[in-house]
C-alpha cells in the first residue's frame, strides 16, 4: 500500500489568497483526520471523518478553515482567505478503526 | 489545564542507556493510549498501543497507570536511531489529544 498520500507537499502563498491541501487515505480506512503542526501549539487536531462524514470539527479554527470528503478516497482542507498565521505543516492521517493512526508526509504551508 | 502533558526534554542519554517518559492526563474516563515517535520534519508514526496491563514490544515497554493517570514509556538498550520526539496520545468521547512531545537525543 502507497500509505497516505498528500499534496502539494509545499505551498508558498501570499496573504489572502485560497489555499488547498489535499489527501488521499489508505484504502478500506474508515476514518481521515486532519492535523496542523506548529512550534507553538503543538499537533492539533482540527477535524475528522467517518465514513466521509465529520464527526468533529471543533478544532477548525475559524470560518475561513473547511473541510470536505467528498468520497472515500479523497479529501480536501481549504483556506480562503488564508493568513501568515496559518503558516505550518498540516498533516492528514487515516485509520481502519478510529484509533490507530497513520499520517501521510504533511503539507508544508507558508503564508507570506 | 491541559489534557495531555509532557516533559519537553530533551533527554539526553547515551547509547545503550535505559531512559522513561511520562505522560499524564487530565481525563480520568480516557479510553484509549498510545505513543507516537516523530522525528525532525517528518509525519508522526505510531510506536505502540498502551494496554491496561502494560505491553512490550522489543525494547519499548509501554505501561498504564489509570490511578494517577499516566502512561509511560521504557526504552532499553537506546540506540542512535532512537533519537526522535515521542508523542502520547489519549483518546476520550469521540476525541483524540496529542502530547506536545518529550524530545530524546541517543548519543554515541
Known amino acids: 500500500d502507497a500509505g497516505v498520500i498528500q499534496s502539494p507537499r509545499h505551498e508558498v502563498t501570499e496573504m489572502g489568497q485560497e489555499v488547498t491541501l489535499r489527501c488521499k487515505p489508505i484504502?478500506?480506512?474508515?476514518?481521515l483526520f486532519w492535523y496542523r503542526q506548529t512550534m507553538m501549539r503543538g499537533l492539533e487536531l482540527l477535524i475528522y471523518?467517518?465514513?466521509?462524514?465529520?464527526?468533529?470539527d471543533s478544532g477548525m479554527p475559524e470560518d475561513r478553515f473547511s473541510a470536505k470528503m467528498p468520497n472515500a478516497s479523497f479529501s480536501t482542507l481549504k483556506i480562503q482567505p488564508s493568513e501568515p498565521r496559518d503558516s505550518a505543516v498540516y498533516f492528514c492521517?487515516?485509520?481502519?478503526?478510529?484509533?490507530?493512526?497513520?499520517f501521510g508526509p504533511g503539507t508544508r504551508l507558508t503564508v507570506l | 489545564r491541559k489534557e495531555v502533558e509532557q516533559d519537553p526534554g530533551p533527554f539526553n542519554v547515551p547509547e545503550g542507556a535505559t531512559v522513561a517518559f511520562n505522560c499524564t492526563y487530565s481525563?480520568?474516563?480516557?479510553?484509549?493510549f498510545f505513543w507516537y515517535r516523530q522525528d525532525c520534519r517528518k509525519e508522526p508514526k505510531l510506536l505502540m498501543s498502551v494496554y491496561s496491563s502494560g505491553n512490550e514490544d522489543g525494547r519499548f515497554t509501554a505501561q498504564l497507570n489509570r490511578a494517577s493517570q499516566y502512561i509511560s514509556l521504557l526504552i532499553r538498550d537506546s540506540k542512535l536511531s532512537d533519537s526522535a520526539t515521542y508523542l502520547c496520545?489519549?483518546?476520550?468521547?469521540?476525541?483524540?489529544?496529542f502530547g506536545s512531545g518529550t524530545k530524546l537525543n541517543v548519543k554515541p
Open positions: 481525563n480520568s474516563a480516557s479510553q484509549s
Open positions: 471523518f467517518n465514513n466521509n462524514v465529520p464527526i468533529d
Open positions: 484504502s478500506g480506512h474508515d476514518y
Open positions: 496520545v489519549v483518546y476520550n468521547f469521540n476525541k483524540f489529544y
Open positions: 492521517a487515516s485509520s481502519p478503526l478510529g484509533d490507530e493512526q497513520f
